[in-house]
């Protein structure tokens, strides 16, 4: 963190209970928001999906990078897709189901999940800057063979703020690796959507049950709200 302007930690309201984090130790992990999962013609919709589900994550995502790049957050970014050989592509996953068109298909955004193709990218609302980190994964976990844990300890983070799409799939992936690699993962409930609202409920509920069994589960506002309230204690305390 690099700005005088916010606290150096916070407590943030979540569920199972509040959690405290050193904003130099955590990671805003913002998962596949690409234009094939958002947008017709993309991978999402060749499986039969309602991509209209997802754009409400959209504007929670983009508060939240707007207070990381502010506040000099560590941000990061992953994509799901495939080499254009589809070498790290493993075929039970590409000859799955029997979607309107497949891996590596030519479709209205390029070949469907491929890197480099337009679909792969992400979505211009939440576009990376030059300088923030992008994680491409072939899997839905962030740490399957990436970069992600090699990249984590290089900066010293220890708590991740996730969201993203889908919170069952590779949210809840992502978190459950993070969460056996001993990161304390704080998922942003507004900040994930799903095509289906009852897999996004219940994805919630699996990752902060049993006393957050994969970790803590809060939303934007929460987290806005314990900046700017440690930011005017600080500023009220340099006043008196
Ligand atoms: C899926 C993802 N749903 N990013 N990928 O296949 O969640």
Same mark, same amino acid.
Request: aromatic fraction near 6%.
């Given at each position: 963190?690099?700005?005088?302007?916010?606290?150096?930690?916070?407590?943030?309201? =979540?569920?199972?209970?509040?959690?405290?984090?050193?904003?130099?130790?955590?990671?805003?992990?913002?998962?596949?928001?690409?234009?094939?999962?958002?947008?017709?013609?993309?991978?999402?919709?060749?499986?039969?999906?309602?991509?209209?589900?997802? =754009?409400?994550?959209? $504007?929670?995502?983009?508060?939240?990078?707007?207070?990381?790049?502010? =506040? !000099?957050?560590?941000?990061?970014?992953?994509?799901?897709?495939?080499?254009?050989?589809?070498?790290?592509?493993?075929?039970?996953?590409?000859?799955?189901?029997?979607?309107?068109?497949?891996?590596?298909?030519?479709?209205?955004?390029?070949?469907?999940?491929?890197?480099?193709? =337009?679909?792969?990218?992400?979505?211009?609302?939440?576009?990376?800057?030059?300088?923030?980190?992008?994680?491409? $994964?072939?899997?839905?976990?962030?740490?399957?063979?990436?970069?992600?844990?090699?990249?984590?300890?290089?900066?010293?983070?220890?708590?991740?703020?996730?969201?993203?799409?889908?919170?069952?799939?590779?949210?809840?992936?992502?978190?459950?690796?993070?969460?056996?690699? !001993?990161?304390?993962?704080?998922?942003?409930?507004?900040?994930?959507?799903?095509?289906?609202?009852?897999?996004?409920?219940?994805?919630?509920?699996?990752? $902060?049950?049993?006393?957050?069994?994969?970790?803590?589960?809060?939303?934007?506002?929460?987290?806005?709200?314990?900046?700017?309230?440690?930011?005017?204690?600080?500023?009220?305390?340099?006043?008196?």
């Amino acid at each position: 963190m690099t700005s005088s302007k916010y606290p150096s930690h916070s407590t943030v309201i =979540a569920e199972p209970g509040p959690i405290d984090l050193d904003w130099s130790k955590t990671a805003l992990v913002i998962i596949d928001m690409q234009r094939d999962f958002m947008e017709p013609g993309g991978f999402g919709e060749t499986l039969g999906n309602d991509v209209s589900q997802l =754009a409400r994550a959209i $504007k929670p995502i983009a508060a939240l990078l707007g207070m990381a790049r502010d =506040a !000099g957050i560590l941000v990061i970014h992953t994509r799901e897709g495939h080499l254009p050989d589809l070498s790290d592509a493993p075929v039970a996953k590409v000859e799955r189901g029997a979607p309107s068109l497949r891996i590596g298909d030519p479709g209205p955004m390029g070949r469907i999940l491929i890197r480099g193709e =337009a679909g792969h990218d992400i979505i211009p609302q939440l576009y990376p800057l030059d300088s923030e980190i992008v994680i491409d $994964k072939p899997g839905k976990g962030a740490f399957y063979a990436t970069e992600m844990g090699d990249l984590l300890q290089k900066y010293g983070i220890e708590n991740l703020l996730v969201c993203g799409v889908t919170t069952e799939v590779c949210v809840n992936t992502t978190v459950r690796e993070a969460n056996d690699r !001993g990161y304390r993962c704080v998922v942003v409930s507004d900040g994930c959507a799903s095509y289906f609202p009852e897999f996004h409920e219940m994805g919630l509920k699996m990752i $902060k049950a049993q006393g957050g069994i994969f970790g803590w589960v809060t939303d934007s506002a929460a987290i806005l709200q314990a900046i700017s309230l440690e930011t005017s204690k600080a500023t009220a305390t340099a006043g008196a």
